[in-house]
C-alpha cells in the first residue's frame, strides 16, 4: 500500500518544540518534493514548507520562518519538520504530501495521510 504516514504531534507548552516525522510506506520519497500541511479547526489548510530533493530548493510560509526547519533521510524514506519556538496559534492537524515546489512557492494537495495532532497550550 502506498501511502505517507504522519507522526511525532502532541502537546507542547508555548516556547517548546517537536519534530515530526513524514515517512513513506510502499514507495520510495526519492522522485518526490514532499511538503507539509497543517489545518487548524475551522480554517482551510495552509502549506507551510516543502523540500524538493532534486533541486535542493526548500519553501517556508511566513508564519513559519526562522522557528521550522524541514530536512530529508532519504535512506529511511522520511521527512522531517522541525518544530522550534511553538505558538498557541501552531495548534493545527499536520499532514504531509507530494507537491510542486521551489523557494517562492509550494503547490497545493489533499492527499495526505490522516495526519498528527500538535497542540500548543499552558
Known amino acids: 500500500q502506498v501511502q505517507l504516514v504522519e507522526s511525532g504531534g502532541g502537546l507542547v507548552q508555548p516556547g517548546g518544540s517537536l519534530r515530526l516525522s513524514c515517512a513513506a510506506s510502499?514507495?520510495?520519497?526519492?522522485?518526490?518534493?514532499i511538503g507539509w500541511f497543517r489545518q487548524a479547526p475551522g480554517k482551510e489548510p495552509e502549506g507551510i514548507s516543502c523540500?524538493?530533493?532534486?533541486?535542493?530548493?526548500?519553501y517556508y510560509a511566513p508564519s513559519v520562518k526562522g522557528r521550522f526547519t524541514i530536512s530529508r533521510d532519504s535512506a529511511k524514506k522520511t521527512v522531517y519538520l522541525q518544530m522550534n519556538s511553538l505558538k498557541p496559534e501552531d495548534t493545527a492537524v499536520y499532514h504531509c504530501?507530494?507537491?510542486?515546489?521551489?523557494?517562492?512557492?509550494?503547490?497545493?494537495?489533499?492527499?495526505w495521510g490522516q495526519g498528527t495532532q500538535v497542540t500548543v497550550s499552558s
Open positions: 504530501g507530494a507537491v510542486p515546489c521551489d523557494a517562492q512557492a509550494m503547490g497545493d494537495t489533499r492527499d
Open positions: 523540500i524538493n530533493r532534486a533541486s535542493g530548493l526548500i
Open positions: 510502499g514507495f520510495t520519497l526519492e522522485p518526490y518534493a
